[in-house]
């Protein structure tokens, strides 16, 4: 069976995904494509053969889409999200699954109470093979009970509109699913500390930050985010155990030596260093929607509990470094809990 896909939002990132259907994962078929900008939609639908709708209620409610990929800003996910359950179709959600935690709750009742997980949210990091590497390292026990964890998320630069508080919406979020996946625990608390401010930055920012999470086991995390460090995209996580210690590899790249200088060079953006991840996370998705069983990537509940640890780390920005504890509800059954 080939899966047909219905895309709302046909941005940057949803024209990616639209490649990444139609010429490297096998089994799936881009058939519908709506965003605001219909002269966009025609015009990425164009390329794929597929059929532009109005909105993206029509889209899911068409007859040749049997999942949904929603790649709209943000605040629009919910919406999406809530249709696509109504309508009993898969659908795979970019990050944030929801930019409240209201919102986020109303798509965990709806998925509870559709009765099986339909939803999968777009955290890419599970699907990276070195974290992958390292979880089995961390599940194995081999290096005891997970006790630190060191982290760095640097990129290059960013634009003008990215705001103190992006650096945990948009950044750190990446961390704070990876790390709750990485250690099977729970996030409780969040600290965010400013230090001396980086010069090669606009006036609004604050740049780095350094985060502090605390899970229910009692692990230390440490995240240092700067994202104008000038030298190029560098992600770094070290989990230390009672009997040794896990660190993520970098990408594998040439080794030059010339001009009395030996070294590799450095990714310069997100693409490039989660290119194999984004691949592996659609061929997941897409053989879980061709077998009719529920997604194993990241849930409803998933992209629930990211926004309110987010929240607590913006909270805590916001508070000259409180620390602050994450206000999060029971988990339920359906995701692995017991409410
Ligand atoms: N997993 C990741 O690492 C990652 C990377 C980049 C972006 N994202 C997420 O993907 C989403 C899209 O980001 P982007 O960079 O592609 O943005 P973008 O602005 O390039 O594209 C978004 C598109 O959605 C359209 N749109 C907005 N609201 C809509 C609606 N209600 N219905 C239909 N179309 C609508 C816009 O017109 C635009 O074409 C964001 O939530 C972002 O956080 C995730």
């Known amino acids: 069976m080939t899966v047909r896909v219905g895309v709302i939002g046909a941005g940057m990132i949803g024209q990616d995904h639209i490649r990444r259907l139609t010429d490297v994962v096998t089994g799936a078929q881009v058939t519908a494509v709506t965003d605001i900008d219909q002269a966009r939609a025609a015009e990425v639908a164009a390329r794929v053969g597929a059929t532009v709708f109005p909105a993206g209620s029509d889209l899911i409610a068409s007859p040749d889409v049997d999942a949904v990929l929603v790649t709209s800003w943000g605040p629009t996910h919910a919406e999406h999200v809530l249709n696509a359950i109504a309508a009993g179709k898969p659908v795979f959600c970019e990050k944030p699954l929801a930019t409240t935690a209201e919102d986020c709750l109303r798509i965990v009742e709806a998925e509870r109470a559709h ?37 760095a998320h640097r990129n290059p630069t960013v ?8 650096a945990a919406q948009d950044t ?30 606009f006036g609004h920012l604050k740049d780095p930050q350094l985060m502090y999470f605390e899970t229910a ?5 440490d995240l240092e985010v700067f994202v104008n460090c000038q030298y190029g995209y560098d992600i770094q996580c070290e989990t230390v155990g009672e009997a040794g210690l ?3 590899p970098d990408p594998a790249a040439v080794a030059v030596r010339t001009a009395g200088q030996h070294g590799t060079a450095v990714l310069q953006d997100w693409k490039g260093r989660f290119a194999d991840a984004f691949d592996t996370e659609f061929r997941e998705w897409v053989a879980s929607v061709e077998a009719g069983t529920e997604p194993t990537g990241p849930s409803a509940w998933d992209g629930y509990a990211a926004t309110v640890i987010t929240d607590a780390a913006v909270r805590s920005l916001d508070s000259d470094g409180t620390v602050v504890t994450v ?12 409410a």
């Open 217 to 221: 086991n009692g692990v230390r995390i």
């Open 159 to 166: 634009p003008e509109s990215y705001t103190s508080v992006m």
């Open 327 to 338: 206000d999060m509800k029971p988990r339920p059954a359906l995701y692995g809990g017991t």
């Open 246 to 248: 896990v660190r993520l």
């Open 115 to 151: 009765g099986r997980r339909l939803v999968q949210v777009g955290f890419m990091r599970r699907f990276d093979a070195g974290y992958r590497q390292m979880k089995e390292v961390i599940t194995s026990g081999s290096l005891g009970a997970p006790l630190i964890v060191h982290c």
């Open 172 to 201: 750190a979020v990446h961390e704070i699913d990876v790390l709750r996946w990485l250690l099977d625990d729970e996030i409780v608390s969040a600290q965010v500390i400013t230090p001396r401010a980086t010069s090669q930055r």
